[in-house]
Each structure stands twice: as structure tokens, then as C-alpha cells.
């Protein structure tokens, strides 16, 4: 309980308990051909809504209902469409500042959330903690294993929804999320499992796009040539101090955030274009959808996103792609 604590970095105070449930039924081994996980019923905890002054204030557009269990299905095939690992190692900086961000000890039990090919849980696994690594596309988790072996590194590989995470109460010191969490359609649920699955006192640190952000701009971008799924919350508003306030702010004794950037750098916007058109699930799937004329235009929405945002200065294109770099203290 955090009944009346400041919560500092977002000026909102815990007023609630998390509410504890019984553990989850083992999805299964990670090379299965990859599903969702067999979901149990449960009641997410109740959110406090924290009224945040200055902040940014988050856009709901929550209406009408969503089916979110058939939109994550569709979401799982999306991640598993192109091949994520191709992005995935260019990012691996964010998993290594993350880890220092929760100040992680050496033997520390840490789980990586929606871990795609393994940022995070190689970052911590460098540190010697005692990583989890899990995503709900298999063949992720299976390159995250190639990676972990070629820098003789010991993890853990298990499929997972990020949603009903198969582990008890209290079984971690650290959960991490670095761009992962943020993309499951159940954004109370997901902060609920990630406040589940770490022992009071223990360090949720989450890396997120923000929704002013290239990333932010992109997926505006994308949604022009497939539209997502109509009343569904943008994955962005993980990347909002006012969003973060209301997931957590109710659970936490403390909670930090930093904007930082992330810098894209490709030798040209076309080069860019061509690694995500090939292998980024939701703009590969994007691009599969439309027809020629169709094609030519994201193309070229793209091209002009990228141009706009690029500031290099020798020829080559660096996109700096702010996310909200954000650390939990669970109550
Ligand atoms: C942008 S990638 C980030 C992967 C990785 N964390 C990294 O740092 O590169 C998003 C990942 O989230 C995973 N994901 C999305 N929704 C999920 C869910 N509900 N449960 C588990 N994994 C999920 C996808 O499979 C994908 O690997």
C-alpha cells in the first residue's frame, strides 16, 4: 500500500493496492509454431486516474469497444510477418540504457517483456543479472537465443503474452520493456501483469515511443494506409507522462521519466524504406495490402516523413526518434 506518497518525476499520488491473483497456466515451450498463449479470465486492477497539471493530456478515443483479444491475433501475425530481428539489433543501445536506468545489480532476477530478438535481455544479461527473455513470436525468441550463445550469455527463453504473463506474483526484482509492452491492445492489463509479476520494491523500466516523436509521425503515417482498428488506444500513449501517471501512479512509490532520443541512421531515406518495407512487420504488412499506385504513395509519404526529420549533415540520414524512458518503483 502507497496510500499518500509523492510519486516523483509525475507529481501524482498513489492512492491503491495492487490487486493479487493466482499465477497463470505455462504457455508453453518457446519453439512452438507461435499463437497466443491460452488466456485465463481476470479482472484487471482498477487504475487510478491521476490528474496531472502540466502534462500532456491523453487521448482516450477509446470508442466504440474493441475487440482486442481478435486485434491481438492479428497483431501477433503482423510481428511475425517480415522478419523484426533486421530492427531489433539496431536498437540494442536503448536495452543497455534501460538497464542503467534501473541501476541493475548482478544477480537480479529480470524479465524482459515482449522481447523481440533480445535488447534488453542481453543488456542484462551483460550485467549479470538472471534474465527471462519473452515475446509472443517464437521465431524471435529464437534469434535472442543465437545472440545469446554467440556472446556466451545465459537466458532464459519463454513464450509469453505480455498480456497473462505465465509467472507468479512477485517472481522478479526487474521487469523490462523496451518499445514491447507498449504494443499489447490491453494497455491496463499489460501494466497490471508487469506490476504483478515484480516484488514490492522491485523496478519496472520501460522504454516507449512518444507520440510527438518520428516513430509517433510514422505510425500516423502507416495508419493513412492501414488503418488500425477502430477504438483502439494508440501504442504511443505508453510514451506520455499523463498515460504512464494512469498505469502506474496507483501502484508506485516512485516513478521516473526522460525523454531521449534514439538516432535511425541509414546511409539514405531509401534505405531505410527498403529494410521496414522488407522486414518491419506493420509496414511490410502495410505495404502488402495496396495496390500499385497505392504502394507508390506510402512510398512517398514515407520518403518525405524521413526527409523532413533527418538531420545529418554529411550526406547520410539520422532520424533522432524520441521515447519516454520511464522507471517504476512498484509499492
Ligand atoms: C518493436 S518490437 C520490440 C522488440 C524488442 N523489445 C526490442 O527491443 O527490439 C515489439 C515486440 O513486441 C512483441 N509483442 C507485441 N505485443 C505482444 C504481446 N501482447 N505479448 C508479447 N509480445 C508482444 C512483438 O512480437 C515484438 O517482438
Same mark, same amino acid.
Given at each position: 500500500m502507497c496510500r499518500g506518497r509523492a510519486v516523483m518525476g509525475v507529481g501524482a499520488v498513489a492512492t491503491e493496492d495492487v490487486h493479487q491473483r493466482t499465477p497463470m497456466t505455462q504457455p508453453g515451450?518457446?519453439?512452438?509454431?507461435?499463437r497466443i498463449p491460452q488466456e485465463v479470465t481476470m479482472t484487471a486492477p482498477s487504475i487510478t486516474t491521476s490528474p496531472t497539471g502540466d502534462r500532456r493530456s491523453v487521448d482516450?478515443?477509446?470508442?466504440?469497444? %474493441? +475487440?482486442l483479444r481478435a486485434i491481438k491475433a492479428r497483431q501477433q501475425a503482423t510481428w511475425a510477418s517480415g522478419d523484426y530481428g533486421h530492427i531489433g539489433v539496431r536498437l540494442q543501445l536503448v536495452g543497455e540504457l534501460l538497464c542503467e536506468a534501473v541501476d541493475l545489480d548482478a544477480g537480479e532476477r529480470v524479465l524482459d517483456v515482449a522481447a523481440g530478438n533480445g535488447n534488453a535481455s542481453l543488456a542484462a544479461a551483460r550485467r549479470d543479472a538472471s534474465v527471462t527473455s519473452t515475446d509472443y513470436v517464437s521465431a524471435l525468441l529464437e534469434q535472442g537465443r543465437w545472440r545469446a550463445d554467440a556472446d556466451r550469455l545465459p537466458i532464459t527463453f519463454q513464450v509469453a503474452d505480455a498480456e497473462a504473463l505465465p509467472f507468479d506474483d512477485g517472481s522478479f526484482d526487474v521487469a523490462l520493456s523496451v518499445f514491447g509492452?507498449?504494443?499489447? %491492445? +490491453?494497455q491496463d492489463r499489460t501494466a497490471a501483469e508487469l506490476l504483478r509479476v515484480v516484488r514490492p520494491g522491485g523496478r519496472i523500466g520501460l522504454a516507449s515511443w512518444t507520440p510527438e516523436g518520428f516513430l509517433g509521425d510514422l505510425f500516423r503515417v502507416i495508419a493513412r494506409f492501414a488503418p488500425p482498428p477502430a477504438g483502439l488506444r494508440s501504442p504511443?500513449?505508453?510514451?506520455?507522462e499523463a498515460r504512464i501517471d494512469e498505469l502506474f501512479a496507483g501502484h508506485a512509490t516512485d516513478i521516473r521519466t526522460s525523454r531521449r532520443h534514439f538516432t535511425f541512421r541509414f546511409v539514405s531515406a531509401e534505405a531505410f524504406i527498403e529494410l521496414f518495407r522488407r522486414w518491419y512487420g506493420p509496414i511490410h504488412r502495410a505495404f502488402a495490402a495496396q495496390d500499385e499506385a497505392g504502394a507508390q504513395a506510402f512510398h512517398d509519404a514515407m520518403a518525405s516523413l524521413l526527409r523532413s526529420a533527418d538531420r545529418g549533415t554529411r550526406g547520410a540520414l539520422a532520424v533522432p526518434a524520441e521515447y519516454l524512458e520511464v522507471v517504476v518503483t512498484r509499492a
Open positions: 515451450s518457446h519453439d512452438h509454431v507461435p482516450h478515443s477509446t470508442t466504440p469497444t %474493441p +475487440d509492452s507498449m504494443f499489447a %491492445p +490491453d504511443m500513449l505508453w510514451g506520455s
